[in-house]
């Protein structure tokens, strides 16, 4: 066979399917919509995620410790201090806030200024900023780290600002292994719906297949239109996906945007792209495949003819 | 062409269809099967056209025991060989042209060449004209030429024909057996089942006869020595 021929016979199955799901439109829309919302939760799920990271920023990474030293200890002291401090394990970098440069950077971010000012000395102390490494950053080796600083007779206490950060991450962590099993039960639940979609079909088209076999139709080809049918309802219904997905962010946009703007944020919600959606048409087809060659696989074998 | 030997034939529900059948049909040769029906000639029919195994013996067709043949290498198997049906098995959602074709399509044929080999079948049965017309749309004698188009158009070395004439009235019942002869003239073997042994004496080819599923005339003679050069 030349791929001249090969090409025409795909393009013939593609045709036969798509024209077989033309004809029977209730049916077709119907399966489309279990197979488009099956796909759509999952990736709104994932959505959510990615959209709840990008919100909190850099927090994720700029999880720091504040090291506040007694009001005693002076500047020169506080220097010491740091080199010792870039000596503890886990430790990537150390700065020094002084006293009066904690005044400054207070006075101007916190809208505190007239107060501060009506103060006749500083009230701050002299502070050491602790970087842990990336290898260091998880909740028991930070828990650590704040223990050590604590025990130092300079310190006065200790504050892991990111708490909360670690916490949210640990949330998120959860929501993207949710994220994973949705996707898996949802996807068996596609095979599922495409599989039985096609056995349906398979027996539907007993007569028409029986008699193909007669003349000499091979498994392949008989079960290529159905192939072309499995997939085309994993393209359907992952365009549907996108589009339920699309329209859900329509109508959260605004209020999500007037949200972020109260916390002073210019965040904007994002929908699928690049990859994402790839992973989207490329996931939806490939279960649309495969649900039908299962089906196709386990039926057609059943259909010998008995002239 | 076609070689049984000791072929019986068992149907699940115990019924012996064939007992001990041997026989040789040599290449173009025209062989009528006759018998009484439930003598079990659409029994050897599928035999011979790999839809039954045989229970004992040996079914070789074209040099191929049916016996042995992979499952994967049954589509080109039947497609060597061209069937008639009783019922004639067409596809009654699909117009004349397209039934005809699917031996061509199957078998990956370019689409030019598709449409002048269904044209030339269908004109050989007297349907040309008709390849946009259903199945329903047509009388049964036509029905069963559709199914002979179809079974001829991929010009297999073999064609086995199971009462192909059953439907027919007498002058078309005659048009088509000539055409089967025209084809076992130009070196196509052709085995018919039929009861009307009116044609098979008007025809004069070789006379196989089945009776209770055992062979009572027309094939003994050349078998030995075919069977020891095999």
Request: zero cysteines; hydrophobic letters at 50%; proline letters at 4%.
């Amino acid at each position: 066979m030349t791929p001249g021929t090969v090409a025409t016979r795909h393009a013939q199955a593609l045709l036969g399917a798509l024209g077989r799901l033309a004809r029977a439109p209730l049916a077709t829309v119907l399966t489309l919509l279990v197979i488009g919302l099956a796909l759509a939760l999952p990736a709104a799920l994932g959505l959510l995620v990615r959209n709840a990271q990008s919100a909190t920023g850099g927090f994720g990474r700029a999880v720091d410790m504040s090291v506040y030293l007694k009001s005693g200890v002076s500047l020169a002291r506080a220097d010491e201090l740091a080199v010792n401090a870039r000596a503890v394990p886990g430790v990537a970098a150390v700065s020094v806030i002084s006293a009066t440069e904690g005044l400054r950077q207070f006075r101007q971010y916190s809208g505190f200024g007239a107060a501060l000012d009506a103060l006749q000395t500083n009230p701050l102390p002299n502070v050491l900023r602790i970087v842990p490494r990336a290898s260091a950053s998880g909740v028991a080796s930070l828990e650590g780290l704040r223990r050590t600083f604590a025990r130092w007779p300079e310190v006065d206490m200790v504050q892991l600002d990111a708490q909360w950060v670690l916490r949210f991450n640990a949330i998120l962590a959860v929501v993207r292994r949710l994220v994973a099993i949705a996707a898996a039960l949802f996807g068996a639940g596609v095979l599922a719906v495409i599989g039985n979609t096609i056995r349906l079909e398979i027996l539907n088209r007993h007569d028409e297949i029986e008699v193909t076999k007669l003349v000499g139709g091979s498994n392949a080809f008989v079960r290529r239109p159905f192939l072309y049918t499995g997939t085309l309802y994993g393209l359907g219904g992952a365009m549907l996906a996108w589009l339920v997905l699309e329209g859900a962010l329509l109508g959260l946009r605004a209020p999500v945007a007037h949200l972020a703007s109260l916390y002073g944020s210019a965040f904007e919600l994002t929908g699928l792209a690049g990859r994402e959606l790839l992973a989207l048409f490329g996931g939806g087809m490939a279960l649309g495949w495969l649900g039908a060659w299962i089906s196709a696989h386990r039926h057609l074998r059943d259909i010998e003819p008995r002239a | 062409m076609i070689l049984l030997e000791r072929v019986s034939k068992r149907y699940p529900n115990g019924r012996e269809a064939l007992t001990n059948v041997s026989f040789f049909v040599d290449r173009g040769e025209l062989v009528f099967l006759t018998g009484r029906s439930g003598a079990g000639k659409s029994t050897l029919l599928k035999l011979i056209a790999l839809l039954e195994r045989p229970t004992r013996g040996t079914v070789t067709v074209n040099g191929r025991s049916t016996g042995t043949l992979k499952a994967r290498h049954i589509p080109a198997f039947r497609r060597q060989i061209g069937v008639v049906f009783q019922d004639h098995k067409l596809l009654a959602d699909r117009p004349v042209f397209d039934n005809v074709a699917l031996p061509l399509v199957v078998a990956g044929a370019p689409l030019a060449e598709i449409d002048k080999r269904v044209r030339a079948a269908l004109d050989q049965v007297g349907l040309l004209g008709k390849e946009r017309m259903l199945p329903m749309e047509l009388s049964v004698g036509e029905q069963q030429r559709v199914g002979i188009a179809r079974a001829i158009v991929g010009k297999p070395p073999l064609i086995v024909a199971d009462e192909p004439t059953g439907n027919l009235d007498p002058d078309l019942a005659l048009e088509v057996m000539r055409l089967f002869k025209r084809f076992s003239d130009v070196g196509v073997t052709v085995l018919v089942a039929t009861h009307d042994l009116h044609i098979v004496r008007e025809f004069g080819g070789r006379e196989i006869t089945l009776s209770s599923g055992q062979l009572t005339g027309g094939a003994a003679d050349p078998l030995p020595s075919l069977v020891a050069s095999r």
